[in-house]
């Protein structure tokens, strides 16, 4: 699912297109899609596109009265759209505009994640589904992120992974921030104290902004494949701090990667329900 550096970097690209745009329609391509009832998409229709921008995971296309709220999920994309077609293979939605630009939202496959909310913009912020999101991972202090630690006692990485605890990060940036603050992906957060949250807040800024570097030199949103690594995806290669080899433990969902060496005193978490839990 895209991060933080992919949308933020993406957003930027389709700001610098679409801005200013006149909006002609909004059509969905299908019943669910669309997520609200209120405000109505028309009422976006004959203004201008202010601004596109992100909150969390969700990419937000901006008009006066109503924004679009867009989680793309696993499979979603939002591009320009230079064919038009009447049935765009995998189309979602798609935003037409009086210049004959448009904006296509597609999602491969069947599963049918992706979502589209219209909300006021005066109150976008406090509007489902953004008001129950934690505070953006790159504004968040440590002075702030040692409190949420204590509120809430849980690994960190499953903490950096939740969106009501901090918005934007996912399972590739919660392993590369463990990795790089040294910290393992099993330690708990009421246990890590100032000193663990100033370590994860500079890891976070490091890690996104390597990844927004490589994402601004990217014509458009790519695989996560693609993405440079430290140790996601890296099961079996040497770390590239130390040398050791990274492990992996995999869940039904997602894998944690992380280096022994650098993370766990070099013990090697088997998996989540016969390891030793390291604080």
């Known amino acids: 699912m895209p991060e933080l550096p992919e949308l933020q970097a993406h957003a930027e690209r389709l700001h610098a297109a679409f801005a200013g745009k006149v909006l002609e329609s909004f059509s969905p391509f299908g019943f669910t899609v669309l997520k609200t009832?209120?405000?109505r998409p028309e009422e976006a229709v004959g203004s201008s596109l202010d601004r596109v921008?992100?909150?969390g995971k969700y990419l937000l296309v901006e008009f006066a009265a109503v924004t679009f709220a867009v989680h793309l999920m696993q499979g979603g994309r939002l591009h320009p759209d230079d064919r038009l077609a009447i049935k765009p293979r995998g189309g979602q939605a798609r935003w037409r505009f009086s210049d004959g630009a448009a904006l296509l939202l597609t999602?491969?496959?069947?599963?049918?994640?992706?979502?589209?909310w219209c909300l006021p913009t005066a109150k976008v912020l406090s509007s489902p589904p953004l008001a129950s999101l934690g505070p953006d991972a790159l504004d968040v202090d440590a002075e702030t992120l040692d409190e949420l630690f204590l509120?809430?006692?849980?690994?960190?990485h499953g903490f950096l992974r939740d969106q009501q605890q901090i918005a934007g990060l996912g399972r590739r940036l919660a392993n590369e921030v463990c990795h790089r603050a040294r910290l393992?992906?099993?330690a708990n957060t009421a246990k890590l104290g100032v000193d663990g949250a100033e370590r994860v807040v500079r890891a976070i800024h490091a890690a996104c902004e390597d990844s927004l570097?490589?994402?601004r030199g990217q014509d458009e949103m790519?695989?996560?494949a693609t993405r440079p690594s430290r140790v996601h995806s890296r099961e079996g290669q040497p770390c590239p701090d130390c040398g050791?080899?990274?492990?992996?433990i995999e869940y039904a969902s997602y894998t944690v990667n992380y280096c022994p060496a650098c993370q766990t005193g070099g013990k090697v978490l088997a998996d989540n329900t016969t390891s030793k839990f390291l604080k």
């Open 244 to 248: 050791d080899v990274i492990r992996a």
């Open 37 to 39: 009832a209120t405000p």
């Open 151 to 156: 509120i809430h006692s849980m690994r960190l």
């Open 222 to 224: 790519v695989g996560s």
């Open 213 to 215: 570097a490589y994402e």
């Open 184 to 186: 393992s992906p099993f």
């Open 107 to 116: 999602e491969q496959g069947t599963e049918r994640r992706v979502g589209v």
């Open 53 to 55: 921008w992100r909150r």
